[in-house]
């Protein structure tokens, strides 16, 4: 509720607001957000009767800056396209605050596209991917994702057939049996690799365990599978992974 707005347009927008907790009990608004050079697409998809929604407008570019105490702290640009559905077909954004710099990039066309993102602290690689993903014919499903994930000081070298995956997930909840295990992981290629000795020390697997918290019960996990035979849940590296 402490967010004020002091100025708008078509093509600008500015808010102010508390810097923190202290500032928010003394009512000071030394914050300002803005957005600049604002520029929208107008587009009205076809919904599946046949008829044409209502007009929506996609954001196609802007300028954020962040100020505290009249301190610049972050600033960026975001540059997108969009085809007649209102599907992104290119994203382009950045954003940087002291030595951290944010880039994320989407681009292609038909049903072959490329995503890359990353997040470094000054010239280091933190965390990242690099990502080439097609779709079906149709555009409705991901057939396949290849690339990189980086999550410093490991990368996960990845060529997953999703499609093939989500098949055999469908498939398995049709006739009410559980998904066939090796299938899936024949679908699943995750490499593990230690980015500074560029040696492999595990793979990512789909694997069946003992469920701690029922004797003589068993439970389906993600895992990395470590060299040595160790496991580790691949959602204590990504814990996304663990949500409801």
Same mark, same amino acid.
């Not at 919904?47 to 300028?63: C, I, L, Q």
């Given at each position: 509720?402490?967010?004020?707005?002091?100025?708008?347009?078509?093509?600008?927008?500015?808010?102010?607001?508390?810097?923190?907790?202290?500032?928010?009990?003394?009512?000071?608004?030394?914050?300002?957000?803005?957005?600049?050079?604002?520029?929208?697409?107008?587009?009205?998809? @076809?919904? #599946?009767?046949? %008829?044409?929604?209502?007009?929506?407008?996609?954001? =196609?570019?802007?300028?954020? /800056?962040? *100020?505290? !105490?009249? @301190?610049? #702290?972050?600033? %960026?640009?975001?540059?997108?396209?969009?085809?007649? =559905?209102?599907?992104?077909? /290119?994203? *382009?954004? !950045?954003?940087?605050?002291?030595?951290?710099?944010?880039?994320?990039?989407?681009?292609?066309?038909?049903?072959?596209?490329? /995503?890359?993102?990353?997040?470094?602290?000054?010239?280091?690689l933190k965390l990242g991917y690099d990502m080439n993903i097609k779709y079906t014919k149709d555009l409705e499903d991901t057939e396949s994702i290849k690339g990189t994930?980086?999550?410093?000081?490991?990368?996960?070298?990845?060529?997953?057939?999703?499609?093939?995956?989500?098949?055999?997930?469908?498939?398995?909840?049709?006739?009410?049996?559980?998904?066939?295990?090796?299938?899936?992981?024949?679908?699943?290629?995750?490499?593990?690799?230690?980015?500074?000795?560029?040696?492999?020390?595990?793979?990512?697997?789909?694997?069946?365990?003992e469920d701690p918290d029922y004797e003589d019960e068993t439970e389906i996990n993600l895992v990395i599978v470590y060299k040595d035979g160790s496991t580790q849940l691949?959602?204590?590296?990504?814990?996304?992974?663990?949500?409801?």
């Open positions: 509720e402490e967010f004020v707005k002091t100025g708008e347009s078509n093509s600008y927008k500015k808010y102010k607001f508390p810097a923190n907790e202290n500032d928010f009990m003394n009512r000071k608004l030394n914050a300002e957000l803005t957005f600049d050079d604002l520029e929208y697409v107008e587009i009205s998809s @076809v919904d #599946e009767v046949g %008829g044409y929604s209502t007009p929506e407008n996609y954001p =196609t570019n802007a300028e954020i /800056s962040l *100020k505290v !105490n009249n @301190v610049t #702290e972050l600033t %960026g640009d975001y540059v997108a396209k969009y085809n007649d =559905t209102g599907k992104p077909t /290119s994203i *382009k954004s !950045n954003m940087e605050s002291c030595e951290y710099v944010f880039n994320m990039n989407f681009s292609g066309s038909g049903t072959d596209y490329t /995503s890359t993102l990353s997040f470094k602290l000054g010239n280091e994930v980086t999550t410093s000081p490991v990368k996960y070298e990845c060529d997953i057939k999703v499609k093939a995956i989500m098949d055999e997930i469908d498939e398995a909840d049709e006739y009410e049996r559980d998904p066939d295990i090796d299938v899936i992981n024949s679908n699943l290629k995750i490499d593990v690799i230690q980015i500074d000795q560029d040696a492999k020390i595990g793979t990512v697997e789909l694997i069946e365990q691949l959602s204590e590296v990504f814990p996304f992974l663990d949500e409801d």
